[in-house]
């Protein structure tokens, strides 16, 4: 066992880091678990497209409105702290939709304030907790550490937990929005054993808040490396929502699937994530930061149109081609120039 923790997560990141990912992977596996369950309960009561639609844009809306202001929040107080209140909302949230559940009080236009909600809670913890990881580990490990919880991601929230969420749903409703309440609790109890050093802006030092966004901003385009990752996660979000936003619907009318089948097919998607996860160490000492990228770009536009072709999907997956065509385009001298910055910072 002690062999396994160490090849998970190797003692030279430190205890805190195995707290932070330990935390990670239980957030990982509910969300998974909902990424399945939440779009069949939405199918369950309504077959209307931009209904279902509508529940993927609530869950993402939060983040384009209020992510840059919870950037804020994580800069001025405790991370650990926003990171444990935003679990707690989860909680609540989720504890509304499961007693309306068990009741047979649910309604579509509840489960999208739900997600609403979620989104919401999910925003302020991505704020705080995508701050953590470089303040417990080395930089010369964060490599390492960053696809550990790339395996939480793709992995676990990806590949394990859809299929079981949609076996749970199944067997009853509630009963996968109740096992991630139980993960949601797990996790804060880790986090509550996650020490930060000091960090957080003095209340004397701070300004007001749209001025330090601006700021923000400005230092992020200014950047190379925060612009390229910044305009790269931001379209392939893009494509990625559009081709995936009433995915259930084609699984359950052209494909013909049941709740398990679709579990499986989100299941599928994640397969190349975890072979990416725990190869990164290996492809990172034969290749640059910048072949990575370009790479990468090339396989997911390839991927989009190789679905486009084969399903003969039209408008969602051709837009997701054509926009990860775009970015590969416009990014591919940026994305080499940055690499070339990565080596001179490493040299």
């Known amino acids: 066992m002690s062999r396994l923790l160490e090849v998970i997560a190797p003692g030279r990141l430190g205890v805190g880091f195995r707290y932070l990912l330990g935390t990670s992977w239980l957030n990982a596996l509910g969300g998974g678990m909902a ?85 919401t809670a999910d925003t302020l913890y991505g704020a705080a907790g995508r701050t953590v990881l470089p303040m417990i580990v080395p930089r010369a490990d964060l490599g390492i550490a960053s696809s550990r919880f790339q395996f939480g991601s793709m992995g676990i929230n990806r590949l394990m937990a859809p299929p079981l969420g949609a076996a749970l749903f199944t067997l009853a409703h509630w009963l996968p929005f109740v096992t991630q309440l139980v993960c949601l609790g797990l996790a804060a109890l880790l986090l509550s054993r996650l020490r930060l050093p000091p960090h957080g802006v003095a209340p004397e030092d701070r300004r007001h808040a749209l001025t330090e966004i601006r700021e923000g901003w400005a230092w992020s385009w200014r950047t190379r490396a925060t612009r390229v990752l910044n305009l790269q996660i931001v379209t392939s979000n893009v494509a990625y929502g559009a081709a995936w936003g009433t995915m259930v619907l084609y699984a359950r009318e052209r494909l013909g699937l049941d709740e398990i089948g679709y579990g499986l097919l989100l299941a599928s998607v994640a397969v190349g994530g975890v072979v990416g996860s725990f190869s990164y160490g290996w492809v990172e000492r034969r290749f640059s930061i910048g072949d990575i990228m370009r790479y990468g770009l090339i396989w997911e536009t390839a991927s989009w149109a190789l679905l486009s072709e084969h399903w003969g999907i039209t408008a969602p997956y051709w837009f997701a081609f054509v926009i990860a065509a775009v970015v590969l385009v416009a990014l591919w001298r940026e994305i080499g120039l940055l690499g070339k910055d990565a080596a001179a910072a490493a040299a």
């Open 35 to 119: 990424l399945a369950a939440g779009p069949l309960l939405v199918a369950s009561l309504t077959d209307d497209a931009r209904l279902i639609s509508l529940t993927a844009l609530l869950d993402w809306l939060p983040g384009f409105a209020f992510g840059l202001y919870a950037g804020v929040l994580a800069d001025r107080h405790d991370r650990n702290r926003l990171m444990v209140l935003a679990n707690v909302l989860r909680g609540l949230a989720l504890g509304v939709l499961v007693l309306f559940l068990a009741t047979g009080w649910a309604t579509i236009w509840l489960i999208l304030l739900t997600m609403l909600a979620i989104g």
